[in-house]
């Protein structure tokens, strides 16, 4: 047990197989239930090795049921390295078989101001997701942690109760690019299940440091990430757990 939630460990590949086997469960059981799968993710490196499991078996996934979200965005062209966009179209959505009007990048190049201004480009995404997602609850919702801490792009610092009920909002990063776009902790908490996914050496300090921290969510933003009626599991390779 990993702070009040599941937690499953494994060697990096086998918990990268873990993983996609969970997610294809949840998404077979939305696709039966509601005939749709709302799946929200991450940016950062550490979804690259699930991204490429994901695309190598792609068949047995319901793509097509699928409606694909942006967890966090950096303001940067949709065609740089850095986007989280490119990145997730580059390893994954290029090779699977979703319409392309299933898939929700966040709004953060069409116009320079829809980064910049608190009613742009973080409303319309909101507005978005308050159209298509049934109570606005993601199905599955897929996180990294950086090395302080922060999740989404929610640096340590932000307090969560400045973004009161909003579900996406703009923050600043203190590395580059600065500039960002984020699902909220409320917009997280809401999802149906919420998979926390930490793999490397580099990871193990900062998990042996959320095993001893109690309730400092502003240090430690990922302790902010707490389902309300969902399940949350992190997926903790041996790398990181045993460093
Ligand atoms: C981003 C992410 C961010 C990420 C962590 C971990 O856009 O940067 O969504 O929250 O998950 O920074 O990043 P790594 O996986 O690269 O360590």
Redesign the pocket.
């Given at each position: 047990k990993f702070r009040n939630s599941d937690m499953v460990s494994a060697w990096s590949e086998e918990l990268v197989e873990r993983l996609a086997a969970d997610m294809q469960e949840a998404a077979e059981a939305a696709v039966n239930e509601g005939g749709v799968f709302h799946l929200a993710l991450?940016?950062?490196?550490?979804?690259l090795a699930l991204f490429h499991r994901l695309a190598l078996h792609h068949f047995s996934f319901p793509w097509r049921d699928t409606h694909l979200w942006m967890?966090?965005?950096?303001c940067v062209p949709q065609t740089e390295l850095e986007s989280?966009f490119y990145t997730l179209h580059q390893h994954l959505l290029q090779h699977v078989r979703i319409p392309y009007y299933n898939i929700h990048p966040m709004p953060v190049q069409l116009n320079e101001r829809l980064c910049v201004e608190e009613d742009g480009g973080a409303l319309l995404y909101e507005n978005e997701l308050n159209k298509l997602v049934n109570g606005s609850s993601f199905h599955f919702v897929l996180?990294?942690?950086?090395?302080d801490g922060?999740?989404?792009?929610l640096f340590p610092g932000s307090k969560p109760e400045e973004f009161g009920e909003s579900l996406v909002v703009l923050t600043e990063s203190p590395a580059k690019p600065h500039q960002?776009m984020s699902l909220t902790f409320s917009a997280i908490n809401r999802a149906r299940r919420v998979a926390l996914l930490v793999m490397g050496k580099g990871?193990h300090e900062l998990i042996t440091q959320l095993s001893r921290v109690k309730d400092k969510s502003d240090k430690y933003p990922v302790i902010g990430v707490k389902p309300a009626n969902g399940r949350l599991v992190w997926y903790i390779d041996y790398d990181a757990l045993l460093g």
């Open positions: 991450s940016g950062g490196s550490t979804p967890v966090d965005e950096r989280n996180l990294g942690v950086g090395y922060h999740t989404a792009s960002r990871k």
